[in-house]
């Protein structure tokens, strides 16, 4: 087993099954990369630092948290796999719908980049219905996202819903 993984992702905002599978993840692998990307910044709730942020709040007290790093990146990612030295990517899949969108992106990843494979963690089978998406309708509505998100995710995505109102 490698000793590097990495954990790409939106995470706009990291919820509740993004940690699940984080920490599975640090259960596999000496060191786990959390991985933010940036691309389409415009049209995410929270900008790139404030998903890092938010991210490591979530390892606070865990004591699993020491070994894990958060960056961001723009790009392909497996350019910035290989910058970081991972070899391998992790991805969360919930459900068999999951599986077509996250079989693409892991084929294309492996043609871009033979020496990189991508691992499936399923998360904890109380979480999988649980997506960024999903939590951001909820909370433009005010309802309860007590076990969709962390306390502090929630109160940020309110905040920033409050501030954004017209
Ligand atoms: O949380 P998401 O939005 O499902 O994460 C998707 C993400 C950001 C990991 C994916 O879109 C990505 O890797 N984008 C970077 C551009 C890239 O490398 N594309 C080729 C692989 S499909």
């Known amino acids: ?80 796999a290989k910058k970081m030295g991972a070899h391998t990517l992790i991805r969360g899949v919930r459900q068999i719908s999951d599986f077509e969108y996250e079989f693409r992106m892991a084929l294309t990843n492996k043609r871009l980049a033979p020496n990189i494979d991508t691992i499936f963690l399923m998360p904890d089978e109380q979480l999988t219905f649980i997506s960024a998406s999903l939590v951001k309708e909820v909370a433009f509505w005010g309802g309860d996202l007590n076990s969709f998100v962390p306390k502090h995710v929630e109160k940020a995505l309110k905040e920033k819903l409050q501030n954004s109102s017209p």
């Open 1 to 80: 087993m490698k000793h590097i993984a990495l954990y790409p992702g939106s995470f706009d905002p990291f919820t509740n099954g993004h940690l699940d599978i984080l920490k599975r993840a640090t259960n596999l692998f000496e060191k786990v990369i959390v991985t933010v990307a940036v691309n389409n910044e415009k049209e995410s709730i929270f900008n790139g630092k404030e998903r890092i942020r938010l991210i490591e709040e979530c390892l606070t007290g865990t004591p699993w948290g020491a070994r894990v790093k958060i960056t961001q990146f723009t790009g392909l990612l497996v350019d910035h």
